[in-house]
């Protein structure tokens, strides 16, 4: 069955605070240079996420400096139980962590999405991909879209037409990063690519190829 794809879509995304959390750092937050792809897929899920579809993320475009800023937050020491509820300001179940964080960050996502099996009759590609236009041109969303946390909030519009990336002549790798979780029947596994900044554009491999490339290092794939 051939796969049914979407046109691609730029969003632009900007804020004065982001966190895209390394997952080696245990006890401090501490962000990625970049945006990470599942940080740019939960923006254009923000402003349309269906079951009908799947968004894939191609390019990251960078339009501001790499600019950090670090400070202190109370974060919940464990999971909330059932039945169970208390506050981050309880000193009991509160630990105060830092946190180095982007600042003044600003983005171009370039993606498509593809339909799933989850797609019923009268789902296509174009109802969706007319949905999400107008949504993002009437800045309407499901939820509000954020930066790595959920406290540090992102405003969403369409990109302009020309975008100039920050210090384009720039070429060098990001180091392994995060791509997104893949989610099989003996559990979840986090992915990872080596990820590279060119041309002030970080470009996002397809899942297909990271699937493959953790495949090879004899960690499976689905």
Request: charged share 30%; proline share 7%.
């Amino acid at each position: 069955m051939k796969v049914q794809e979407s046109r691609a879509f730029r969003l632009r995304a900007r804020g004065p605070v982001a966190c895209f959390s390394r997952p080696e750092m245990k006890v401090e937050r501490v962000s990625y240079e970049v945006m990470t792809p599942s940080a740019a897929r939960g923006l254009l899920e923000s402003v349309l996420w269906k079951p009908a579809i799947r968004w894939r993320v191609h390019e990251i475009t960078v339009l501001a400096p790499i600019a950090w800023t670090s400070f202190r937050r109370n974060e919940v020491k464990q999971r909330m139980s059932e039945g169970v509820t208390f506050f981050a300001d309880d000193p009991d179940r509160r630990a105060q962590r830092n946190t180095v964080a982007l600042r003044d960050v600003d983005y171009v996502v370039s993606a498509s999405f593809r339909m799933t099996e989850k797609a019923g009759p009268e789902d296509s590609v174009r109802k969706f991909e007319e949905m999400f236009q107008r949504r993002l041109e009437k800045g309407q969303t499901f939820q509000a879209p954020y930066f790595g946390c959920r406290e540090f909030v992102a405003a969403v519009e369409p990109a302009p037409e020309e975008v100039r990336p920050f210090q384009p002549e720039v070429d060098r790798p990001l180091g392994l990063m995060f791509y997104d979780f893949d989610y099989r029947e003996d559990g979840v596994v986090p992915l990872f690519f080596e990820a590279r900044l060119a041309g002030g554009r970080l470009v996002v491999p397809p899942r297909e190829d990271v699937l493959k490339a953790h495949a090879g290092t004899g960690e499976g794939g689905r």
